[in-house]
């Protein structure tokens, strides 16, 4: 859906290099969320947000940085890429009570 | 911790049969989701079942939520060349918030014309 922008669409990074993705969603959901999809695989929880300044871990945190300083923005940082990190990285976002999640379109990012 | 369970991984048909993937939880859940992923698409949120034993239909689609609320499938009949796609279920335990989904691996169809 349009209300869930993700950016970039694509990227290539070199291991060790910090690389910030950015999500923003215009519904004023309250809840924001981070997965990564590997081949084979289904979507692994990275992060979640309930509210702005309101973070918690989800299945696979580790080496991934989240802030959510405004409602509609959720980026998400690998501080350190590493080539593990390779994923297809989609962002979602769900309402307060309606817990049907909105996918952004995902950002396939490549680390070399 | 808790775990989704989808079968089968693959299933290839002939265009007009009929497909059921199956999900099932390791503990009970509070609800659960299914969701549709075109090829190079993103998910996207066909059905949420929250109560025991709800049946749910949308055209040729048909979503089951087992008695027991651990388990969950999703028919379709008749498939068309537009089914195609990854289809995966989510679910929540109870006592959780909204975050705490967890998502299957998915069941990739492909339907032959």
């Known amino acids: 859906d349009a209300g869930i922008t993700q950016s970039p669409r694509y990227k290539i990074t070199e291991t060790g290099r910090q690389v910030t993705l950015m999500c923003h969603q215009t519904?004023?959901?309250?809840?924001m969320f981070w997965y990564r999809q590997d081949l084979g695989h289904g979507l692994r929880l990275i992060y979640y947000?309930?509210?702005?300044?309101?973070?918690d871990k989800g299945e696979v945190p580790d080496g991934y940085v989240v802030s959510r300083s405004k409602t509609e923005n959720f980026p998400l940082t690998l501080e350190s890429a590493t080539r593990s990190q390779t994923s297809v990285y989609f962002c979602?976002?769900?309402?307060?009570?309606?817990?049907?999640?909105?996918f952004g379109s995902g950002t396939q990012l490549s680390v070399l | 911790g808790q775990q989704v369970m989808q079968i089968p991984q693959y299933q290839h048909v002939q265009e007009g049969e009929d497909f059921t993937t199956y999900c099932n939880s390791s503990?009970?859940?509070?609800?659960i989701q299914w969701y549709k992923q075109r090829p190079g698409g993103h998910p996207v949120f066909l059905i949420q079942?929250?109560?025991?034993?709800e049946v749910k239909k949308q055209k040729r689609l048909t979503f089951q939520f087992g008695e027991a609320k651990k388990n969950s499938s999703l028919h379709i009949t008749a498939t068309q060349t537009t089914d195609v796609g990854t289809y995966f279920c989510?679910?929540?335990?109870?006592?959780?918030?909204?975050?705490?989904?967890?998502f299957g691996d998915g069941t990739t169809l492909t339907v032959k014309p």
């Open positions: 079942l929250v109560k025991s034993g």
């Open positions: 979602a976002s769900s309402g307060r009570t309606n817990e049907k999640l909105f």
């Open positions: 947000s309930a509210a702005a300044d309101i973070t």
């Open positions: 503990t009970t859940l509070s609800n």
């Open positions: 989510a679910g929540r335990p109870p006592n959780t918030n909204a975050g705490k989904s967890t």
């Open positions: 519904w004023s959901h309250s809840y």
